[in-house]
């Protein structure tokens, strides 16, 4: 299938900022269709061969996707990740009963890796537990796992599902999902790690934001994907 222009969110000589659809890989086994090998043959259309991945998302998610077009301009930004300067936030439904995380009664536990932070005027949740990520699951391994940071805030809530922001430091395999379940709320529509089916079938993680600096012009640069409807539809559903 061919790239659709509404897919292309910011484009210039250096980096193509993408939305990518649910239910695609963002790069695939070769002749497998994915947001890469779309944008490659768009890409190609205007004689330009070169395009780097410089993160991926999960199949299951929607969102905003970053690609480079040039070597440099790559290898910067994969710098620019490592460091963790770039920011991605991502909106997400679970269960109504993640509310009792926000009470703070995990303290009277002593639970480790968990806190409160402020940022940005707000409170969220901060997650570190560490993760240990194979080819197709992850899962938390204090011992064993690497690093990982996720931060969480309520959006909107009802009798049912919660609708959350969530902010990451690192990008782990599965990280959000993974953090998510291991708390005993996983994403509605993740059959994988235990979430509640839904009739809409689909997971329902979206990548919402990410913010960066240009790898070469220096600017700061901003790019949004516009949530699904189908999220509001889901929060006022009984299933």
């Known amino acids: 299938m061919a790239l659709l222009m509404k897919n292309i969110i910011f484009e210039d000589k250096f980096i193509i900022v993408l939305d990518k659809p649910y239910n695609l890989v963002t790069m695939g086994q070769r002749g497998e269709d994915s947001l890469y090998s779309r944008t490659l043959l768009y890409l190609n259309k205007k004689k330009e061969h070169r395009l780097f991945a410089v993160h991926r998302l999960d199949k299951t998610t929607s969102g905003v996707v970053l690609f480079a077009k040039d070597k440099s ?5 994969l710098l620019a990740f490592k460091k963790h300067y770039i920011k991605k936030e991502y909106v997400a439904i ?3 009963k993640i509310d009792e995380l926000f009470t703070g009664n995990w303290k009277k536990e002593g639970l480790p890796f968990l806190k409160f932070i402020k940022e940005d005027g707000k409170e ?22 690497v690093a990982s940071d996720t931060s969480v805030r309520i959006d909107r809530t009802n009798d049912k599902y919660t609708q959350l922001i969530i902010r990451l430091k690192t990008g782990r395999f599965h990280q959000i999902r993974t953090h998510l379940s291991f708390l005993g709320h996983p994403l509605v529509g993740d ?3 235990g979430g509640p089916p839904t009739s809409f079938d ?5 990548a919402r934001e990410i913010t960066f600096t240009h ?16 999220f509001s539809k889901q929060m006022e559903s009984n299933h």
Do not use: Q
């Not at 949740?125 to 992850?138: A, D, E, F, Q, V």
């Not at 689909?202 to 979206?206: E, P, W």
């Not at 600017?219 to 949004?224: I, R, S, T, V």
């Open 94 to 96: 679970t269960d109504s």
């Open 191 to 193: 059959t994988l790690y």
């Open 215 to 230: 790898p070469i012009s220096k600017k700061k640069l901003h790019f949004a994907s516009k949530l699904p409807a189908i």
């Open 73 to 77: 301009a790559y290898e910067k930004l």
């Open 124 to 145: 969220w949740l901060n997650i570190t537990y560490p993760i240990h990520g194979i080819k197709t699951k992850s899962h938390v391994d204090v011992e064993n796992g």
């Open 202 to 206: 689909r997971l329902f993680l979206h």
